[in-house]
Structures are given as C-alpha cells and as structure tokens.
C-alpha cells in the first residue's frame, strides 16, 4: 500500500509565490520519476513538470521560468515552487509518482489526492 499526502495549496494575489509538497508513503523499493499536473474546470489534466530519478526535468511552455521542480530522495518527497503565479494557474494540482513497492513489482503509477490552487487579487 502507498500513500500520497500533497501540502501546500491555497489562495494567492497575482504575482505571488506557493510552494507544493508530497510525500510518498508505505510499501516502496524504488522512485522513478516523480510529476505535478493540474486541472482547471472544464478542461483536461495537463503535465505541468517532472523530475526523473536522475534528476533531469521537464516544464509545460506556460510555467517555464516562473515553477520549479524538486524532489528529496531521502524524505520520498517532490516539490513544486511556484513563482510569479498568473489567475491562469488556478487549477487543482496532483503530484503522480512511478514506483516500485518490490523487487519484483511492477512499476505502478499513483496520484495524490489534488489540492487546490487560486491566484486571485
């Protein structure tokens, strides 16, 4: 059993800074590559960055800049600093985490459970 606890999330004036974290928990042999995505209302979850075990990352165009992705091998936990936010980065964010819970275990995706995200004046 693995368990995903994301922190971080709330209201914020634009121009203004958040800062995401979750931690994975339970049954893990090994992290691969650990990810945000968000969803606005009405439209489809999009990838927002990821961070490979090796530690090579990867931006959508909109936040390039302005977010920035980390993670702490150690403490099972991936971070994402929001800087410069925008009202179009309201959205609910989910952390999305490949893994192994064995050695001999598939590697299996899982998600945090979302937390909210409003950039409003």
């Known amino acids: 059993q693995v368990q995903l606890v994301e922190s971080g999330g709330g209201l914020v004036q634009p121009g203004g800074s958040l800062r995401l974290s979750c931690a994975a928990s339970?049954?893990?042999?090994?992290?691969?590559?650990m990810g945000w995505y968000r969803q606005a209302p009405g439209k489809q979850r999009e990838l927002v960055a990821s961070?490979?075990?090796?530690?090579?990352?990867n931006y959508a165009d909109s936040v390039k800049d302005r977010f920035t992705i980390s993670r702490d091998n150690a403490k099972n936990t991936v971070y994402l600093q929001m800087n410069s936010l925008k009202p179009e980065d309201t959205a609910v964010y989910y952390c999305?985490?490949?893994?192994?819970?064995?050695?001999?275990?598939?590697?299996?995706?899982?998600w945090g459970q979302g937390t909210q995200v409003t950039v409003s004046s």
């Open positions: 999305n985490i490949d893994l192994l819970s064995g050695l001999l275990a598939p590697m299996r995706t899982y």
């Open positions: 339970g049954s893990i042999f090994r992290i691969y590559t």
């Open positions: 961070i490979t075990s090796g530690g090579s990352t």
